[in-house]
């Protein structure tokens, strides 16, 4: 009966009136900090345009709290509430992401991890631009390495001291899933790029692959070939300076025993007081030949993986987490 009742409410409501619904991306129910259980940060505008580009749906915004200036975006991928923060303008490195972080967990008391997602160098030949890198623990590595922590020592020697935690386990376990899902199959990566084409074609081409793009690893000189990005999961290389010199790339992951995939500036002010999963997008190399060529693309692609993480995690799991301000 219920059935038949909606049914018909449907049929004498306006068609005008269906399809606003159908193109509203907001949704209706308005919700508190406290039914936010996910921190998405950002360091640029442009990484955060791809995440909320990645949003199923958006949420109206909540008042700010005290002592928090942060500006956030609502909104929910799968059956996630997720809440979104960019770094300011202008303001980059480990301790910002630190501030964002503090503020956002002071705000949100249930927020049980957060994703770091944007943009990194990559270390060549092991990645190539617009591939994902993952951060995951390898041999005596927890995942991020702040590589400019640590001591001068006799004899020039530079000891890291210090160690950051582990991305949280049931994200790692989502990991094992999708790599043996890839082995069968390809990354959803394309498949939601599509949608946000068509969500936000305004988008288009800025923040997908086009012909201009140009890889110097590409020794073929016909250009690369548009190709689903390959997913990469090992140690990322966290610190305050900007790195485009390719001999101090190399002997940071020397010292690193040859284990980074990738260089950043941002997650090692979060691993620690902020259990989270570090998804970069590659944009360059870290040397001379540094450019903004890829950064959208590569933005776009990893914020594409992390909602292809979040698609496969359950909600059940993120409920048996404990929030971050309850450890």
């Known amino acids: 009966m219920s059935k038949r009742r909606n049914e018909a409410d449907d049929e004498r409501e306006p068609p005008d009136a269906k399809k606003n619904k159908a193109d509203n991306p907001y949704d209706s129910v308005k ?83 957060g994703l770091l997602v944007g943009i990194g160098g990559g270390i060549p030949s092991k990645v190539r631009l617009g ?50 899902e890839h082995e069968m199959q390809d990354s959803k990566i394309p498949i939601f790029l599509d949608e946000m084409k068509q969500k936000y074609p305004k988008l288009y081409p800025k923040y997908f692959w086009h012909q201009s ?3 110097p690893q590409d020794q073929s000189g016909e250009g690369m070939a548009m190709r689903c990005p390959d997913i990469h999961h ?14 101090v790339r190399d002997r940071l992951n020397e010292d690193l025993d040859g284990n980074v995939l990738c260089i950043e500036m941002e997650a090692a002010g979060l691993m620690n007081d902020f259990p989270c999963l570090v998804v970069r997008g590659i944009c ?10 890829w950064q959208e693309y590569a933005a776009a692609v990893a914020a594409a993986y992390a909602k292809e993480i979040l698609s496969v995690l359950q909600i059940s799991a993120v409920e048996h987490m404990e929030s971050v301000k309850g450890t």
């Open 234 to 247: 090992g140690l990322i290389a966290s610190g305050n300076q900007v790195i485009k010199d390719a001999a």
């Open 284 to 293: 360059d190399y870290a040397d001379s030949g540094k450019n903004k060529d």
């Open 131 to 180: 591939d994902v890198v993952v951060s995951t623990p390898i041999d005596q590595y927890p995942g991020v390495v702040q590589w400019d922590l640590g001591k001068a020592e006799d004899g020039g020697i530079f000891r890291r001291i210090g160690a950051l935690n582990s991305p949280p386990n049931a994200l790692l376990k989502v990991l094992s899933k999708l790599e043996s």
């Open 213 to 215: 793009l140009r890889d």
């Open 31 to 113: 919700l508190i900090h406290a039914d936010y259980a996910i921190g998405w940060i950002c360091a640029l505008p442009k990484e955060q345009t791809a995440a909320i580009a990645m949003l199923d749906r958006k949420h109206p915004d909540l008042p700010s709290l005290a002592n928090d200036d942060n500006a956030y975006t609502f909104g929910s991928i799968a059956s996630h509430n997720i809440v979104i923060a960019c770094l300011p303008k202008g303001r980059y490195g480990t301790n910002s992401a630190a501030t964002i972080a503090t503020k956002m967990l002071s705000s949100f008391p249930s927020i049980k991890f």
